[in-house]
């Protein structure tokens, strides 16, 4: 039986990045960088001014304070947005708004509330160094410069980065499609009446939130029975539509666990069905040539621990993303745990900082495969080694954090 990280290299090893598209820079947030972004304009692009002010002279302020103030003759307005119609000579000033094009001539910013403003004249009453309050022309990028590396996830900040350097267009890797595919007699739609027996289907939703939030395309299959030629038919139309298939259920050694099968039927090469964790012990993949299938278990915390752990890295790389493996950061336990387990337990956590600033974590609930509740309190996968029987409160292990710890 493979390990956590055995199964996770064998996937990656196994998935390659998709093709890259271009893309308008305004519609890049979210996306995933093919190519190392560059400048071709300068940031900013003209000496701007932090402050609203007076743009002057350094060495006409140097001497200025509150009992020998200095007296200069504006000669200019500039709001943002407008170019200086002339020089800054000795004696004189500009007056300039936030972001301001800061004149030829002056090199000082005297902000506003050192100063005593009237209409054609300012009595300044602080000195300025040289350069102060003003941003240079290209002090934070010049035309030629990487703002970007490839495999960088364009966020708010990177996008205004983007923006600010010039670009009209980058290049992206394509979203990935992946189909989603629920199997059970059980499993009901949503709204559906339920008979003895059955239960909602939540996988399907559930993991088509998971792979939204890893940037990824999901396409919702729906359900099919326990049928194995219906399940055959179902994962050789998605293998046709989607970039990889991700099915929940059927992949155990149940009597009516046919998902193996389905996958060798439509030929995919199963690579591995078994791995030492817990939960998630079932899961099958393979590949059919660009095309990866992932056989998920069908409990819901099992699909979302599998997923995390040896889905979301596939889709990653697939994206082309910089970072592939999920990382993990030490945890102390807050309560003692019995994972009671031969495998790698992964417990749903929640984790918070504590008043010394480490990060404490205490269980989020019922560790049972079936339970929902606590996949919707964890923010964190709490790591128990394999063959461990119980932790004492204290102890230190590590863990995956799904979300932001919360404050202490």
């Known amino acids: 039986m493979l390990s956590p990280e055995e199964a996770r290299g064998r996937v990656l090893e196994a998935v390659s990045a998709v093709v890259e598209e271009g893309c308008a820079v305004v519609e890049a947030a979210g996306r995933v960088l093919a190519r190392p972004a560059v400048a071709v304009e300068a940031g900013p692009p003209y000496d701007a001014s932090e402050m609203d002010g007076f743009a002057v002279r350094a060495a006409d302020v140097e001497a200025a304070s509150e009992a020998a103030p200095v007296e200069l003759r504006v000669v200019l307005d500039l709001p943002a947005g407008r170019a200086p119609s002339a020089a800054i000579g000795a004696g004189q000033a500009a007056r300039i708004m936030t972001g301001g094009n800061v004149p030829q001539g002056a090199d ?44 960088a996830v364009v966020g708010p900040g990177g ?53 939204a939030r890893e940037g990824a395309t999901p396409l919702d299959l729906g359900i099919v029975g326990d049928d194995r030629r219906a399940i055959e038919a179902k994962v050789a139309e998605a293998l046709e539509a989607a970039d990889a298939v991700v099915t929940t259920g059927g992949v155990s050694v149940g009597d009516h666990d046919f998902t193996k099968e389905a996958f060798a039927a439509a030929g995919v090469q199963l690579g591995f069905w078994k791995v030492a964790m817990k939960p998630g012990k079932p899961f099958a993949f393979g ?6 299938a992932f056989g998920l278990p069908g409990n819901p915390a099992s699909a979302f621990v599998t997923f995390v752990l040896l889905v979301a890295p596939a889709l990653r790389k697939m994206l082309g993303r910089g970072d592939v493996a999920p990382a ?41 495969a079936g339970a929902i509740g606590p996949l919707a309190r964890a923010n964190a996968l709490a790591i128990v080694p394999p063959g461990r029987q119980a932790l004492a409160a204290g102890e230190v292990v590590k863990a995956h954090l799904l979300e932001p710890p919360e404050a202490a």
């Open 108 to 151: 000082a910013i005297v902000p506003r509330e050192r100063a005593r403003e009237g209409r054609e004249r300012v009595t300044v009453l602080a000195p300025a160094s040289p350069g102060a309050h003003i941003r240079r022309r290209g002090e934070d990028f010049g035309p030629g410069d990487a703002l970007l590396p490839a495999g």
């Open 159 to 211: 996008l205004a980065l983007l923006i600010s350097g010039g670009l009209e267009r980058v290049a992206v890797r394509r979203r990935p499609v992946v189909a989603v595919l629920s199997t059970g007699d059980e499993v009901r739609y949503p709204g559906e009446p339920l008979a003895p027996g059955q239960i909602r289907n939540s996988n399907n939703a559930m993991i088509s939130a998971l792979i």
């Open 287 to 292: 590949v059919r040539g660009s095309r990866a």
């Open 328 to 368: 993990e950061v030490p945890v102390v336990l807050d309560e003692p745990v019995r994972p009671d387990s031969e495998r790698r337990a992964y417990l749903r956590a929640r984790v918070r900082f504590g008043d010394d600033g480490r990060l404490r974590a205490r269980l989020a609930g019922s560790q049972r």
